[in-house]
């Protein structure tokens, strides 16, 4: 079996253990943001599990690092993925964690091809702002002139930063929480465009079935108008030739000889 047939076959087949931690990894970085008050020891066990999801994507890469025939072609062309597993390790904040976890995700998620435009939009709509929720809540809670203080604000300011409406009754004040508004912002101006195009790109190809449709049809109805007239021609044609074969009573009479 060749080098990039076990690639692909080792990334279809750990596809969904990654999405699955994937989801650990979201309740292990939700939790200790809702219940702030909850005892030491389930903070620290949601820290255990985000630093193992982040191992075992980490383990992911160098597993398909390793199966590449053209390794350095691979670097090249995963880089996002390279910076996504070295991140944790140049400053290990839990929001970088998040970040290089989505990251990951997101890059493993546009492999499958099953995935469709549709369902990858909504389902990036969904956690940019439930994970945006949680950062800017995380960032915003604790700060002296932060006017986000629960999970309803978080969500709120969410969904009206990624719809870029901005009402500007909650809105960050500290330096990372304008981080995060700045690319929630981008983030929803970019999922509005693909979704934009995609709507377009959909009604272009009906217009174009249509098209090619009223085209084969008008080109059926020329190619019988075409027929018609070459049996109408031939039709004539035989007629003409057969006529002089068989000739009127009268004229027989006319040319008898007389006696």
């Not at 999801?53 to 691979?74: I, K």
């Not at 880089?79 to 904040?93: E, I, K, R, S, T």
């Not at 629960?150 to 960050?172: E, I, K, R």
């Amino acid at each position: 079996m060749k080098e990039p047939s076990r690639r692909l076959l080792w990334e279809r087949r750990s596809q969904t253990p990654l999405l699955v931690l994937a989801v650990a990894f979201a309740v292990a970085y939700a939790v200790p943001i809702v219940a702030p008050d909850a005892s030491a020891r389930v903070h620290g066990a949601c820290t255990a599990v985000e630093w193992v999801v982040w191992g075992a994507f980490a383990a992911d890469y160098l597993v398909r690092l390793a199966l590449s025939e053209e390794r350095g072609r691979f670097v090249r062309t995963h880089w996002l993925d390279l910076a996504a597993v070295v991140l944790p390790l140049v400053q290990p904040l839990r929001l970088l964690r998040l970040v290089a976890t989505l990251l990951l995700v997101g890059r493993r998620a546009r492999m499958a091809p099953q995935i469709q435009l549709t369902t990858y939009v909504a389902g990036s709509v969904v956690g940019l702002m439930m994970f945006g929720s949680l950062a800017v809540l995380s960032v915003e809670r604790d700060a002296p002139d932060g006017n986000i203080k629960n999970l309803g604000d978080a969500v709120w300011w969410s969904f009206t930063t990624m719809t870029t409406v901005g009402y500007g009754d909650h809105s960050p004040t500290t330096g990372l929480g304008r981080v995060l508004a700045v690319g929630l912002m981008l983030s929803g101006i970019a999922l509005l465009g693909v979704v934009t195009a995609n709507i377009a790109a959909w009604f272009i190809s009906r217009f174009e079935r249509d098209d090619q449709a009223e085209r084969l049809q008008l080109a059926a109805i020329l190619e019988l108008q075409a027929e018609v007239r070459a049996l109408r021609g031939e039709v004539a044609r035989l007629g003409g030739t057969a006529a002089p074969a068989t000739a009127p009573p009268a004229q027989r009479g006319a040319t008898a000889p007389t006696p």
